[in-house]
């Protein structure tokens, strides 16, 4: 067994084992059949059957924890303690595709917060939606930098999503007394006419970078490249879903995302922004010698974006800390009832 953890490496000499992947800070991957895991003095006990091997990790120190694994026994006492410790646990399937997430079961940390999301106008939730798909359309861009004309109209279609025509009709304003081609331009203009628009030009230009003569995303297909960004995308999903806990935000109201059974509707609305940073990450993997549709190499290194620094302001810290960050602000915007400009984390364009 293997345990990779703040750069000490462990491991029998000449055997290469991949029953457990700790990237340093919070990640963690079950990867080998027959693991025991149960949590002692808050320190989570990884036994390996095969080798009798056992590794332990301090459990403050895990935020996901992720179970590719074809079988593994963990504790009541474990799930326990790990809930109270807002640490969440993704079992996947044996082609690596997320198929359950446990989260702590939901406990407001103000009443203010609750009684906030359950009050969200129609405009509020329409603003902040537009710095959404704003940020999401500029990281896309951020991706595109070996295409500069393309970089360039995505960054105009983001400007103008945040910053859109005068929308008519104004208060008490009829629609017949406003002309067609006003509707249009305001229509074109509106955050799902531009997602759309972006859309459209970004993957036509992003796939053939990680799958030559295709110029389209297929998501849901669990094959190939497409399989790849879909596990890369649920990684981020269960990263926001995390801090939306720890803040007290109901996951299943969104807004924009419709709430349904099993939903997590305000998470699949704010980790839009952060999509690009797994195609980014896929395309270095790809481009480095990583092979597609290789998932025991790419979901370790998928998970390893949250651990990765990004500048936010003048200071340095980890993804999976500015997504906190970010959720945060959003909880601010929400309690204020304004739309500040919410803080999203900067993309590694290089």
């Known amino acids: 067994m293997?345990?990779?953890?703040?750069?000490?490496?462990?491991?029998?000499?000449?055997?290469?084992?991949?029953?457990?992947?700790?990237m340093s800070f919070h990640i963690l991957h079950l990867l080998s059949p027959g693991l025991r895991i149960r949590v002692k003095l808050d320190q989570l006990h990884v036994e390996d059957s095969e080798t009798g091997q056992t590794r332990t990790v301090p459990l403050e120190d895990i935020s996901v924890l992720i179970s590719a694994a074809p079988d593994f026994t963990i504790t009541a006492g474990a799930l326990r303690r790990m809930a109270e410790l807002n640490v969440l646990l993704m079992i996947c399937n044996q082609k690596f595709e997320p198929i359950s997430l446990t989260l702590p079961?939901?406990?407001?940390?103000?009443?203010?917060?609750?009684?906030?999301?359950?009050?969200?106008?129609?405009?509020?939730?329409?603003?902040?939606?537009?710095?959404?798909?704003?940020?999401?359309?500029?990281?896309?861009?951020?991706?595109?930098?070996?295409?500069?004309?393309?970089?360039?109209?995505?960054?105009?279609?983001?400007?103008?999503?945040?910053?859109?025509?005068?929308?008519?009709?104004?208060?008490?304003?009829?629609?017949?007394?406003?002309?067609?081609?006003?509707?249009?331009?305001?229509?074109?203009?509106?955050?799902?006419?531009?997602?759309?628009?972006?859309?459209?030009?970004?993957?036509?230009k992003f796939m053939p970078l990680v799958c030559p003569n295709t110029t389209r995303r297929e998501p849901g297909t669990r094959a190939g490249v497409n399989g790849m960004l879909d596990y890369g995308y649920a990684i981020m999903r269960t990263a926001v879903l995390r801090s939306l806990a720890a803040h007290g935000l109901i996951a299943a109201l969104g807004i924009h995302h419709k709430a349904k059974a099993g939903s997590f509707a305000l998470a699949?609305?704010?980790?839009?922004?952060?999509?690009?940073?797994?195609?980014?990450?896929?395309?270095?993997?790809?481009?480095?010698?990583?092979?597609?549709?290789?998932?025991?190499?790419?979901?370790?290194?998928?998970?390893?974006?949250?651990?990765?620094?990004?500048?936010?302001?003048?200071?340095?810290?980890?993804?999976?800390?500015?997504?906190?960050?970010?959720?945060?602000?959003?909880q601010q915007a929400s309690n204020s009832g304004t739309s500040p400009s919410l803080q999203f984390p900067p993309i590694n364009s290089s």
């Open 105 to 204: 079961h939901y406990c407001p940390t103000s009443t203010e917060v609750l009684r906030r999301q359950v009050e969200w106008t129609d405009a509020w939730k329409n603003a902040i939606w537009r710095q959404v798909i704003a940020a999401k359309i500029i990281h896309q861009a951020s991706v595109l930098k070996v295409f500069p004309h393309t970089q360039h109209l995505l960054q105009s279609i983001a400007e103008r999503c945040l910053h859109p025509p005068e929308t008519p009709p104004r208060q008490g304003l009829d629609t017949s007394q406003v002309t067609a081609t006003k509707r249009d331009l305001v229509r074109q203009w509106h955050a799902a006419a531009c997602e759309s628009r972006a859309a459209r030009i970004y993957w036509r």
């Open 268 to 330: 699949d609305d704010l980790m839009e922004p952060l999509r690009p940073f797994i195609d980014a990450q896929l395309y270095h993997h790809l481009d480095s010698g990583g092979v597609v549709a290789d998932m025991k190499n790419w979901a370790p290194r998928a998970a390893a974006l949250l651990i990765t620094e990004v500048t936010m302001g003048k200071n340095k810290l980890r993804l999976i800390n500015a997504i906190d960050l970010y959720i945060q602000s959003f």
């Open 2 to 22: 293997r345990l990779i953890c703040r750069k000490v490496a462990f491991g029998h000499t000449g055997l290469i084992f991949s029953a457990l992947s700790v």
